[in-house]
C-alpha cells in the first residue's frame, strides 16, 4: 500500500510512518519541517519506502503539484492519514485568542477537507481507498478550555461518518481514531506555545498513550480484510476516563 500521511515529521504521524514501512508498505511524509522529514526518511531505507512533501498542510495548490511530481510508484494513494492537526490554548472561551481559534479551523477542518477531496477522485476510480481521520476524544467529550478545539475534532468526527454515508456504495473505507491524553509527541508544547513546564504538567504521574499505540491501531484498522469499515476507535489511557458532569456552587 502507497499512505500519505500529513503531520509526518513527529509523533503519531512518525510512528505510523515506521509501522507501515517495517510492514512492507510505502509512505509519503508531508509535514512542514524538511530536517525532520529528512532524518525520518533515512532512517526509513531512504527514497524507495518514503517520499518527501515538505510544506503546510493548508497549502492545498503546493501539495497538489507536489503529488503530480511523486515518483511513478508512489502515485496512487490507497491510504490518506489525515493527522495533522494542532491545539492551541486552554483558557475559557471568553478570553481564548480569536487567532488560535481560526487556526485550529484552518488546520484541523480546511486543510482536512480539502486534501480529502482532492484524493478522493482517484480513490473512488481505483475502487479502492481508505481515509483515517485523527479526531479526539475532545470531538466527543467536552472539556474546560476544549472549546474550539473540540469543536474542530467533532467536525471531523462527523465528517467522517458522512464520508462513509457518500462512499459506502464505492469501496471507499474511512474510519476516525480518536485519542485520549496522548504523550510523546509535541501536542502540549504546541497547545501551550512552547512552554515547557505546562506541557510536562499534562503528564506527570500519568501514564499516557504514545504514539505507537495510536499507530498500532490506525495499522489495524488499515490492513483489515477489504470488507470490513471500522467506523470509529475511541481509546484512552487506562489512567483516563470520561470526567463528571461539573457543578458550580456558590
Ligand atoms: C487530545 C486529547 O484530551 O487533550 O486530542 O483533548 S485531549
Same mark, same amino acid.
Request: aromatic letters at 6%.
Given at each position: 500500500?502507497?499512505?500519505? /500521511?500529513?503531520?509526518?515529521?513527529?509523533?503519531?504521524?512518525?510512528?505510523?510512518?515506521?509501522?507501515?514501512?517495517?510492514?512492507?508498505?510505502? @509512505?509519503?511524509?508531508?509535514?512542514?519541517?524538511?530536517?525532520?522529514?529528512?532524518?525520518?526518511?533515512?532512517?526509513?531505507?531512504?527514497?524507495?519506502?518514503? #517520499?518527501?512533501?515538505?510544506?503546510? @498542510?493548508?497549502?492545498?495548490?503546493?501539495?497538489?503539484?507536489?503529488?503530480?511530481?511523486?515518483? #511513478?510508484?508512489?502515485? #496512487?494513494?490507497?491510504?490518506?492519514?489525515?493527522?495533522?492537526?494542532?491545539?492551541?490554548?486552554?483558557?475559557?472561551?471568553?478570553?481564548?485568542? &480569536?487567532?488560535?481559534?481560526?487556526?485550529?479551523?484552518?488546520?484541523? @477542518?480546511?486543510?482536512?477537507?480539502?486534501?480529502?477531496?482532492?484524493?478522493?477522485?482517484?480513490?473512488?476510480?481505483?475502487?479502492?481507498?481508505? /481515509?483515517?481521520?485523527?479526531?479526539?476524544?475532545?470531538?466527543?467529550?467536552?472539556?474546560?478550555?476544549?472549546?474550539?478545539?473540540?469543536?474542530?475534532?467533532?467536525?471531523?468526527?462527523?465528517?467522517?461518518?458522512?464520508?462513509?454515508?457518500?462512499?459506502?456504495?464505492?469501496?471507499?473505507? @474511512?474510519?476516525?481514531?480518536?485519542?485520549?491524553?496522548?504523550?510523546?509527541?509535541?501536542?502540549?508544547?504546541?497547545?501551550? %506555545?512552547?512552554?515547557?513546564?505546562?506541557?510536562?504538567?499534562?503528564?506527570?504521574?500519568? %501514564?499516557?498513550?504514545?504514539?505507537?499505540?495510536?499507530?498500532?491501531? /490506525?495499522?489495524?484498522?488499515?490492513?483489515?480484510?477489504?470488507? &470490513?469499515?471500522?467506523?470509529?476507535?475511541?481509546?484512552?489511557?487506562? /489512567?483516563?476516563?470520561?470526567?463528571?458532569?461539573?457543578?458550580?456552587? #456558590?
Amino acid at each position: 500500500m502507497v499512505i500519505l /500521511i500529513t503531520g509526518a515529521s513527529v509523533g503519531f504521524g512518525a510512528a505510523s510512518a515506521r509501522k507501515f514501512v517495517a510492514n512492507g508498505h510505502k @509512505v509519503i511524509l508531508l509535514a512542514r519541517r524538511l530536517e525532520k522529514l529528512e532524518a525520518l526518511q533515512k532512517e526509513l531505507g531512504g527514497e524507495e519506502n518514503a #517520499q518527501i512533501i515538505a510544506c503546510d @498542510v493548508c497549502d492545498t495548490a503546493r501539495i497538489e503539484s507536489a503529488l503530480a511530481n511523486l515518483a #511513478q510508484d508512489f502515485k #496512487q494513494i490507497d491510504v490518506l492519514l489525515n493527522n495533522a492537526g494542532l491545539a492551541l490554548g486552554l483558557q475559557s472561551a471568553d478570553e481564548a485568542n &480569536i487567532a488560535d481559534w481560526e487556526e485550529m479551523i484552518q488546520t484541523n @477542518v480546511l486543510a482536512l477537507v480539502r486534501l480529502t477531496r482532492l484524493l478522493l477522485p482517484q480513490m473512488v476510480a481505483r475502487k479502492k481507498g481508505h /481515509i483515517i481521520n485523527i479526531g479526539s476524544i475532545a470531538g466527543r467529550y467536552p472539556y474546560p478550555g476544549g472549546n474550539v478545539y473540540g469543536a474542530t475534532k467533532a467536525f471531523v468526527r462527523q465528517f467522517s461518518l458522512n464520508l462513509r454515508a457518500d462512499l459506502y456504495d464505492k469501496h471507499i473505507r @474511512v474510519s476516525n481514531i480518536e485519542p485520549g491524553l496522548s504523550g510523546g509527541s509535541e501536542f502540549s508544547l504546541v497547545r501551550f %506555545k512552547g512552554d515547557e513546564k505546562l506541557a510536562n504538567a499534562v503528564y506527570e504521574g500519568t %501514564k499516557p498513550l504514545l504514539p505507537e499505540d495510536i499507530a498500532e491501531a /490506525i495499522f489495524w484498522v488499515a490492513t483489515l480484510p477489504s470488507h &470490513i469499515n471500522v467506523n470509529t476507535i475511541e481509546l484512552m489511557p487506562t /489512567i483516563q476516563a470520561p470526567a463528571a458532569l461539573n457543578v458550580h456552587k #456558590q
